[in-house]
Structures are given as C-alpha cells and as structure tokens.
C-alpha cells in the first residue's frame, strides 16, 4: 500500500508559477514511477507528466512541455511537478499517482495508487 498526499495548489494569476509536491509513504518511493495527471471542470482526467522509477525518463503532454518540469527526491519521498507560464486552461484538480510500471505511464490503467488531488486555479 502507498499513500500519497498532494500540496502546493492555490489560486495564481496566467503567466506565474506554482510548485505541487506528492508526498508518498507506506511502501519504497524508488520502486515506483510516478505521474501527475489532472481533471478540470466537466472533462476527464488527462495525463501532465510521468518519471520513471530510475528517473532516467520524464515524459510531458504536448501541452505543458516547455512550461512544467516533474521530478522526483527518492530521499525525501516526494515528487514535483514545477509549473510555470501557467495559463486559465491549466485550471484543474492534479493527482499524482504510483505505478509498478516502467512503460505506458501516459495511461491512468497504469497507475496502481492514487492521491486525493490538489486545485489549482489560473485567473485571466
């Protein structure tokens, strides 16, 4: 079992930067890789970005590449999402999520843990 609690959402103004951590426990952080993915308002879950368990591979959703950067601390447990040049579109509930699986980290199926989400809001 892994428990995994989201923080760093808040309300920021288009073009400002937020920084979202997942604290992860109950189970080794390294054996994982781990993903961010998002809800906004009447639309599904998408994917924002993924790292593997070595953290030698990050992949991004067209969207924020360039913009977001994911990464991880195996000694703290804790993984990052770095958003910056944030747009209204970005406006979503974000979810980290712990995966046993090296490969097709773009898909929720995946994924085996699940945190609660935290909002973040990007006034126009």
């Known amino acids: 079992q892994v428990q995994l609690v989201e923080s760093g959402g808040g309300l920021v103004q288009a073009g400002g930067s937020l920084r979202l951590s997942c604290a992860a426990s109950?189970?080794?952080?390294?054996?994982?890789?781990m993903g961010w993915f998002r809800q906004a308002p009447g639309k599904e879950r998408e994917f924002v970005a993924a790292?593997?368990?070595?953290?030698?591979?990050?992949y991004a959703t067209d969207s924020v590449k360039g913009r977001f950067t994911i990464s991880r601390d195996s000694a703290k447990n804790t993984l990052y999402l770095q958003m910056n040049s944030l747009r209204p579109e970005d406006t979503a509930v974000y979810y980290c999520?712990?995966?046993?699986?090296?490969?097709?980290?773009?898909?929720?199926?995946?994924?085996?843990?699940w945190g609660q989400g935290t909002r973040v809001t990007v006034s126009s």
């Open positions: 999520a712990a995966s046993t699986a090296y490969y097709y980290l773009a898909s929720s199926r995946s994924y085996d843990y």
């Open positions: 790292i593997t368990w070595s953290s030698t591979s990050t």
């Open positions: 109950g189970h080794t952080f390294s054996r994982f890789s």
